[in-house]
């Protein structure tokens, strides 16, 4: 039997190189490659092969007609003036790939940082698990304030929450170095609140902390309005509100008039014709104390401000759960 298939095989050749024109190599392939061919003659042939011989004259059969079916493709291939092999051109152009934008989140923080890094702010990060140390007590939060129940706060742990705002990264960076600090902290928050058009489960803050010897009040209202004549133009009118929080003392609400109104009163505004963007205020002296600074040798400010109600302001959108969503229609206008 395998005498027979290298007979086969010396024929196909034979004939193979004989084969001058299109005619010839399809009586080629009916002679030995069809259904009735030869090589199919030769697989019926092999029920009556003796069991121990089977195995090596299978696969001499296989070989066979593997090489039989390549050759006469690449045979038909230089007939008809191309090769079987796949080329590249590589003198074609490259075909271009749709290009997204980026998010409208993402273009606002980066934008708030360029603003920031010209006014002389470092760029400081920390984790998004904190612990309650971090996120309540050395920020000045007492044992009872509200922010500490579930309503407000994923607790991962009794002392390990997801991160309710980036104020915790103030004390890892005082930790850190000693003063003069000047940095702003980006990131992501959580807080567990109903999800809706002004609210969101997952956030965005930004917040300056600048501490040295002789900081003023004063200083804290200058870098704000440069700050927000910068992001929202330099004829923004502005005021601030007393206000409290924790970790600051005293501490103030910032308001700009609203530019989608002109201050005639929409619904963005609530009708009043100002727009709430951020809360500084002086850090708490209990702050620094935690951050290894002596209140009586150093003070300094800080301030914060939700990313998603910058970017709602600034580009128009009316509803934060937009960001989320990940709709292409929405993203393409960015």
């Not at 705002?165 to 003063?179: E, G, L």
């Not at 440069?226 to 992001?231: D, I, K, N, T, Y």
């Not at 040798?297 to 960001?323: C, K, N, P, Q, V």
């Amino acid at each position: 039997m395998l005498e027979q298939i290298r007979h086969i095989r010396e024929e196909f050749d034979r004939e193979l190189r004989e084969s001058v024109d299109p005619s010839a190599l399809e009586a080629l392939r009916i002679k030995f490659l069809a259904r009735k061919g030869l090589i199919a003659r030769l697989f019926e042939q092999l029920r009556t092969v003796a069991p121990d011989e089977k195995p090596a004259v299978g696969k001499a059969l296989n070989e066979l007609r593997a090489y039989a079916q390549s050759a006469y493709d690449e045979a038909i291939g230089r007939k008809k003036g191309r090769s079987t092999e796949v080329r590249v051109d590589l003198s074609l152009p490259g075909r271009p790939r749709p290009v997204g934008t980026r998010h409208p989140i993402t273009q606002t923080i980066e934008d708030l940082k360029r603003i920031f890094a010209r006014m002389g702010f470092g760029i400081a990060y920390g984790p998004d698990i904190e612990d309650d140390y971090h996120n309540f007590t050395a920020l000045n939060f007492p044992p009872d304030h509200p922010a500490r129940d579930m309503q407000d706060t994923f607790f991962i742990s009794k002392n390990v929450l997801l991160r309710t705002h980036t104020s915790p990264v103030q004390i890892r960076v005082m930790k850190s170095q000693p003063p003069p600090v000047r940095v702003i902290i980006p990131g992501r928050v959580y807080r567990n609140e109903a999800v809706s058009a002004r609210s969101h489960v997952i956030f965005h803050q930004i917040e300056a902390l600048s501490i040295d010897r002789n900081v003023t009040f004063s200083e804290l209202k200058g870098t704000l309005v440069s700050f927000v004549r910068q992001l929202y133009g330099s004829s923004v009118k502005y005021k601030f509100r007393p206000t409290f929080f924790p970790f600051t003392e005293p501490s103030a609400d910032m308001y700009i008039s609203c530019f989608i109104c002109n201050q005639k009163g929409c619904p963005v505004c609530k009708y009043n014709g100002w727009l709430e963007i951020l809360g500084s205020g002086m850090v708490h002296p209990n702050v620094l104390r935690h951050g290894g600074y002596d209140p009586r040798r150093y003070s300094g400010f800080a301030f914060g401000m939700g990313i998603e109600r910058a970017a709602l302001l600034r580009y128009g959108i009316d509803d934060i759960r937009l960001y989320f969503e990940n709709d292409v229609r929405f993203l393409r206008q960015f």
